[in-house]
């Protein structure tokens, strides 16, 4: 194994450095995968079939939650991998509960969102433009989802073992995985509902 | 090596079958369409030829020349990077080829998207050509009669298919008529077609839709203008009428014969957003509901679900309500 | 659901084949516990992380694969052989040409392209391993769980039966009510997240683990192909991901993607499809090229004729593969302009190809050519793909694919491309590469009847296709009139199909002669090869290189033969650093199956839980610290002296 100190701690072995290479390819895929589900929205959104229309579904309050929430994590995420590269433990996990919380809140937001769309009728099955909604704003929601399970699977390792170069490594990337998220947010965001409610 | 000479001679055969007066349906044409295509693909075959054969020649040069067991004991190959000049001639000569070969493709994919030369003046006769399960629909609009597994058209006249399907993607194909098109259920496509020559053709369904597509096959038979009006005069006064309860009948049946109707179905049962820019079309379906009576529409849609799935019945109750 | 559902019933050859699997599974189960193999099955195999044993999985599976998709196609080139044959009828001929496709293609083609990237590339590169081992493994049995649920599928609920395109309608529930099409987006979605692995860990593996000195050209060009293919894999496959994630949730929860009504659109799936598909094609055809240009340099002992264009045409071909899926439905009527771009970009890859062809017709000018069995499997590839991608020039002029578009015409031309292209290329790859991981070679006499066979029938078998599509014959039929005069040619088709399977079965018999009767190479370079494969033992040790070489241009290898130095100049042997063997991936790969066969039948209960379990699975390996092992100087020196003490 290689060791250079001159490296931040996440990148100091050579496995490391792949693992974060190979991560970045990774988000690359899930561009791919987004930017395939968005094609979906876009080719389907105006085929509401019976079904109600963006107009008559979105409702503004809601969105800017999820979305102060969600920019607010990946803010906190930033600090967290701040902190963890100062070495300060504490602040780190201070940072990445809040974080967790915050994607939480997101996911709360959103499954409350969820339930009323559905009392209001508007099923996955209701009408192409529904389906390509709930899927596009699922996968997003199942990634948040996912990344809370892997947060706090690393907050216990980094608890565990203190900032090493496994638990800096897995932090790190986890970082680039929940900014990614938020990206992909505010593209939702911009594109689903600004553009719905325009 | 020795046994790709043989190779070279099924190619020759090749060349040979198809340039030679050829019995093959498809560069057998009988219409300025399928004319159009046969002369193009005959004309790719040409320049393909001709590719080949540099290519061949020579691949049969290096591998007599240089074989190991003819050459001296102490010969040892060049270090040999490659060649600007050559690597560009390369690139640069099929450069050229594909240009000339995308000016063919685009003008004569334009040829055939177009009515034919030399007809453009007269006014296409339009025939609905719809596919559910295993059988073809011939509406006449204008004539007001409709067929099913055989269509008859006049010769020397553009026939205008306009095609859609009550299920599956279907292709309507007649091959020497012309090349095909998909006939889809949320849009109608057109194809145009004339024959030159009073014969039966063999048309068929050529896209996979499931258990009975090999036997999807129907019957173009094109007469003289005046057999044609005959046959029409004939129908409008011996066929029965196709009313809905029948209609529905056949769409449920998976296979049926000839059948030959003096009404249409296309009052009861309209094709899906004619012509229309498919970007916007549901706003239009949109409006078109609002503005059609329900009876009508529900009608329409339930032609779509001759299957009758539950999950779709359970679809269209829950729109049904939605609505209210 | 009641039994009789649950099995598929009915169909003689279906019994015959649950007899013949229940058979085979006991005959596998009683041999391994007789000779007492379980241990080492599980130890050397299930458990692996080695590149070079996941890699020989793999081709494995792809032979096997192989046969199952080949047995398919003898069935349907058996029922077109006359007209109004009844061997099959209509549901069961739809079947078997549906998994034909997605077999072939899915199932033998990318695994066994796969397998010989995992065996060759970190090799040739001069690594240990791959950059992930771990994950690798997870790819192989990600792919396993995904290619055994998919055979399944013929005995238990029913095979798919709507093409390997699977185009909607016709595969919605509402046209194809069985199971079938639930078993092909699940197989296919789990094995294809392999393959997404499979492309992000070889990126990494060709960008990182290169030998000191090896910059990106001095790559071997196997190597470059693999590094473009994977690319390809990172960019396609999620597009995959989702086309069946639609599919998944059209049929199992009622969404209206691809339905007839409230919106749905039907060509929505053939786009998704196609988006896929055609990178796809390039997915399996430019690791074939990259077997080519090491098997013919090799045995032209020449070094490849231009490289670099070599490089940069290989790079075009994977951009313009990405801008020509609408070729795949040019009479859907997109109109002049959109057919017309889709035409010329389509036509625009055979100068990219163009170019491949005479770089490889001039690595052969001046050379000394030697006729080995991989060889004559590279020279077949010359002519006959050749008349593959004039055809496809033909099929890319939109006008005239009205009249080829699904005919038998079609199907020439891409069974002309991927046989050649990539049956051949894999066979060629498997002969010429055997030597390193077994260490003997196969018996080149039985090979080259082998090739014979294949290559004289394989004209015989698809030449004809051409003439019947052109006659107005279509594919996917299950039978024919004998009015239409197809019979004469069909015949011929048929006969040279049963002539591959021949060739195919002189092939495995092959691998049987050599295992027991092949002398042993002890070189480690069989061939006087040229990359750095061969520049350490055969079979390869766990470690690959004792000492990692050092490389200052392409071909190295062959340059250090000829000036008699040795690329491990310098260097001495140190501690060396290998991952351990785990049974993660396998108990994942397991629980993937069950997830998978849950989803099929639409079993929530099982499936949730499985679901839950994978979690927990991931949850394990993240919490595990797992820090690999160290072989000591001594253990390898002591390996090393092994492996030469049979040179002496």
Redesign the interface.
């Given at each position: 194994?290689k060791h250079d100190t001159s490296l931040a701690l996440e990148y100091r072995t050579?496995e490391n450095?792949?693992?974060i290479?190979?991560f970045w390819?990774?988000l690359?895929?899930?561009i791919?995968?987004f930017s395939?589900?968005f094609t979906?929205f876009f080719?389907?959104s105006?085929?509401?079939?019976?079904?109600?229309t963006p107009h008559e579904l979105f409702e503004l309050k809601g969105v800017l939650w999820e979305t102060f929430l969600l920019l607010t994590s990946s803010f906190t995420c930033g600090l967290a991998i701040h902190s963890m590269r100062l070495g300060l433990k504490k602040p780190m996990m201070t940072f990445f509960i809040i974080t967790m919380l915050f994607g939480l809140g997101f996911l709360g937001v959103e499954v409350t969102e969820f339930i009323t769309y559905v009392h209001d009728?508007a099923t996955?099955?209701?009408?192409?433009?529904?389906?390509?909604l709930?899927?596009l704003l699922g996968t997003h929601g199942a990634h948040v989802t996912f990344g809370l399970?892997?947060g706090t699977?690393?907050m216990?390792?980094v608890k565990k073992?203190g900032i090493d170069e496994?638990t800096a490594n897995?932090s790190f990337i986890f970082s680039l995985y929940w900014h990614f998220l938020d990206v992909v947010w505010i593209f939702i965001f911009s594109f689903v509902y600004l553009k719905g409610l325009m | 090596m020795k046994n790709k000479g043989p190779l070279f001679v099924v190619f020759l055969l090749f060349a040979v079958l198809l340039s030679g007066c050829s019995p093959l349906t498809v560069l057998d044409p009988k219409g300025p369409v399928a004319k159009t295509q046969s002369d193009t693909i005959m004309f790719s075959v040409f320049v393909m030829a001709g590719i080949l054969a540099v290519v061949y020649i020579l691949y049969i040069y290096m591998l007599t020349k240089y074989r190991a067991t003819k050459a001296n004991e102490d010969y040892v190959p060049p270090h040999i990077e490659g060649s600007k000049w050559l690597e560009l001639i390369w690139t640069i000569i099929p450069v050229i080829i594909v240009i000339v070969l995308s000016v063919v493709s685009v003008r004569s994919t334009a040829a055939v998207e177009t009515t034919p030369k030399g007809y453009e003046n007269e006014k296409p006769l339009v025939i609905y050509a719809s596919s559910s399960n295993w059988k073809w629909h011939f509406s006449y609009p204008e004539e007001g009669i409709e067929t099913v597994n055989y269509v008859n058209i006049p010769t020397n006249r553009t026939v205008e298919f306009r095609l859609y399907s009550y299920g599956p993607i279907t292709s309507f194909w007649i091959p020497q008529l012309g090349g095909q098109k998909y006939a889809m259920s949320d849009m109608v496509t057109k194809l145009r077609l004339v024959a030159e020559h009073a014969d039966s053709y063999l048309g068929r369904n050529s896209n996979f839709n499931g258990k009975g597509y090999a036997q999807m096959e129907f019957e173009a038979q094109a007469m003289s203008p005046a057999d044609y009006r005959k046959w029409v005069h004939d129908v409008k006064t011996t066929a029965p009428a196709l009313t809905k309860e029948e209609f529905n009948t056949l769409l449920n049946t998976p296979f049926v014969g000839r059948k030959t109707y003096s009404s249409t179905h296309l009052s009861f049962s309209p094709p899906p957003m004619e012509g229309k820019d498919m970007?916007?079309m549901?706003?239009d379906h949109?409006t078109d509901e609002k503005d059609s009576s329900s009876s009508t529409k529900t009608d329409g849609m339930n032609m779509n679900h001759m299957d009758g799935m539950n999950m779709d019945s359970m679809?269209m109750d829950?729109?049904?309500?939605?609505?209210n | 659901m009641k039994w009789d559902e649950f099995f598929v019933t009915g169909e003689p050859m279906i019994y015959a084949a649950d007899i013949c699997i229940v058979l085979a599974s006991l005959a596998i189960i009683i041999g391994l516990t007789y000779f007492k193999k379980w241990g080492y099955l599980w130890r050397e195999w299930l458990t692996t992380v080695d590149h070079k044993k996941i890699g020989v999985m793999y081709i494995i599976s792809a032979l096997l694969m192989l046969f199952r998709g080949g047995v398919d196609a003898l069935l349907m080139r058996t029922q077109l052989a006359m007209p109004n044959m009844t061997l099959l009828n209509a549901q069961h001929y739809n079947e078997i040409f549906t998994t034909h496709g997605v077999i072939m293609i899915l199932f033998m083609a990318m695994p066994f392209i796969i397998g010989l990237m995992n065996v060759v590339v970190p090799l040739q590169i001069g690594a240990r391993d791959v950059?992930?081992p771990r994950l690798n493994a997870v790819s192989f049995w990600l792919f396993f769980a995904g290619a055994m649920l998919f055979n399944i599928s013929f005995v238990i609920g029913g095979s798919p039966d709507a093409g390997w395109s699977a185009y909607f309608p016709l595969a919605s529930k509402e046209f194809s009510p069985s199971v079938g099409n639930n078993y092909y987006s699940l197989a296919l979605q789990i094995s294809g997240i392999g393959t997404?692995m499979t492309?992000?860990?070889f990126?990494?593996t060709i960008?990182?683990?290169r030998a000191p000195g090896m910059t990106l050209m001095k790559m071997p060009m196997f190597t470059w192909s693999i590094l473009i293919t994977s690319v390809i894999i990172?960019?396609a496959?999620?597009?995959l991901?989702?086309?069946l994630?639609?599919m998944m949730?059209d049929r199992l929860?009622?969404?209206?993607?691809f339905?007839m009504?409230?919106?749905?659109?039907d060509m929505?799936w053939a786009n998704?499809f196609w988006?896929w598909g055609h990178p796809e094609v390039y997915i399996v055809i430019l690791p074939a090229f990259g077997i080519y240009s090491e098997i013919i340099s090799t045995f032209a002992k020449k070094n490849l004729y231009g490289y670099k264009s070599m490089v940069v045409s290989m790079v075009a071909i994977s951009l313009l593969s990405f801008l020509v899926w609408a070729h795949h439905f040019y009479t859907m009527g997109m109109g002049v302009v959109g057919n017309g771009f889709f035409s010329i970009a389509t036509m625009a890859i055979s100068v990219p190809t163009g170019v491949k062809l005479f770089n490889w017709l001039f690595t052969l000018y001046k050379g000394r050519i030697e006729f080995t069995t991989p060889m004559l499997y590279a020279l077949a590839f010359i002519p006959s793909f050749t008349i593959g991608g004039v055809t496809g020039v033909m099929l890319a002029i939109a006008s005239a694919d009205y009249q080829y578009h699904n005919t038998m015409f079609l199907v020439a031309h891409f069974h002309y491309v991927l046989i050649p292209g990539t049956v051949f290329a894999v066979i060629a790859g498997m002969h010429f590469w055997f030597p390193k991981i077994f260490g003997f070679r196969l018996n080149e006499r039985i090979g080259k009847i082998a090739f014979w066979f294949i290559a004289i029938s394989f004209q015989v078998a698809f030449m004809p296709l051409f003439f019947l599509g052109l006659n107005g014959m279509t594919r996917r039929m299950y039978t024919y009139s004998p009015e239409t005069g197809f019979g004469p040619l069909n015949m011929i088709a048929t006969i040279g199909a049963f002539g591959l399977a021949i060739g195919f079965i002189f092939l495995v018999y092959n691998i049987y002669y050599s295992f027991r009767y092949s002398p042993r190479d002890t070189t480690g370079d069989p061939w006087d090869g040229r990359s750095l494969e061969w520049a350490t033992h055969s079979p390869v040790p766990e470690y690959n290189f004792a000492i990692i070489p050092t490389v200052d241009k392409l071909d190295a290898f062959w340059f250090a033969k000829q000036d008699k130095k040795s690329l491990f100049e310098g260097k001495k042997i140190e501690e060396i650093?290998m991952p351990n063997n785990t049974g993660g991936p396998f108990v994942l790969g397991v629980v993937f199956f069950f997830l998978g066969f849950f989803l099929v039948f639409s079993w929530w209960i099982p499936a949730i839980i499985s679901g839950v379990v994978v979690?927990i699975l991931l949850?394990m390996r993240?919490?595990e610290?797992d820090h690999g092992h160290h072989i000591h100087v001594e253990e390898i020196v002591e390996t090393e002296q092994k492996l030469r003490g049979d040179n002496a």
């Open positions: 194994m050579e450095e792949n693992r290479l190979g390819l990774f690359g895929a899930e791919v995968l395939t589900l979906v080719t389907l105006h085929r509401y079939g019976n079904g109600p009728g996955i099955q209701t009408s192409a433009f529904l389906s390509s709930f899927t399970l892997w699977a690393i216990i390792q073992y496994a897995k | 970007s916007n549901n706003m949109k679809n829950h729109t049904q309500h939605s609505n | 950059a992930f997404l492309g992000v860990n990126v990494v960008l990182k683990m990172m960019f496959f999620p597009v991901t989702i086309a994630l639609l949730f929860f009622g969404t209206q993607f339905t009504t409230n919106g749905g659109m929505l998704l988006v650093h979690l949850a993240s919490f610290r």
